[in-house]
């Protein structure tokens, strides 16, 4: 089986994925968490759900939401560079709905640059509205984040 035919795995996230997640992420993101960030997600914060996506054992993908009363907070979702354009973000983003779902969790949201239209693009297509704006909200270089929210009950 190849790379490209290869089926993408998706489980939670353990404290031995920390290493790989922060590569990701570093590579993703000009303000990235640091590990200790992440290392407290996994072990501490009991509002924290993360995933991972694997493919043929490599961890190539990543997801988090906070778990706040019955509304989810996506907190970061990034796929590592050569892995993009392969459905592997829409894969993580479905099955944090699913979690977030099987927790009785009503509606989600996020923030994402404004300029993100990718990442807009895949949040429209799983029903996910702009509400709102945070001027200034990205600290390296002042962009505006846009706020998404998506009431999960229903289905898209």
């Known amino acids: 089986m190849n790379r490209k035919t290869a089926e993408v795995k998706l489980r939670e996230m353990t404290l031995a994925d920390v290493d790989r997640v922060l590569e990701i992420e570093q590579a993703s993101f000009t303000t990235p968490w640091s590990r200790k960030a992440f290392i407290?997600?996994?072990?501490?914060?009991?509002?924290?759900?993360?995933?991972?996506?694997?493919?043929?054992?490599?961890?190539?993908?990543?997801?988090?939401?906070?778990?706040?009363?019955?509304?989810?907070?996506?907190?970061?979702?990034?796929?590592?560079g050569s892995y993009r354009g392969r459905q592997i973000g829409k894969k993580i983003l479905q099955k944090?709905?699913?979690?977030?779902?099987?927790?009785?969790?009503?509606?989600?949201?996020?923030?994402?640059?404004?300029?993100?239209?990718?990442?807009?693009?895949l949040y429209r297509s799983?029903?996910?509205?702009?509400l709102g704006r945070r001027p200034g909200y990205y600290t390296d270089n002042g962009e505006d984040a846009l706020i998404m929210w998506k009431d999960i009950t229903r289905k898209i």
Not at 44 to 54: C, D, F
Not at 126 to 130: E, L, M, Y
């Open 40 to 80: 407290n997600e996994v072990t501490e914060n009991k509002l924290a759900y993360y995933t991972v996506a694997e493919l043929e054992g490599e961890i190539v993908g990543f997801a988090g939401v906070w778990l706040i009363v019955d509304e989810g907070h996506i907190t970061n979702i990034a796929v590592d």
């Open 96 to 121: 944090i709905i699913e979690e977030l779902r099987h927790r009785r969790i009503l509606r989600v949201t996020l923030e994402v640059r404004a300029s993100n239209s990718t990442a807009i693009n």
């Open 126 to 130: 799983f029903g996910f509205i702009i």
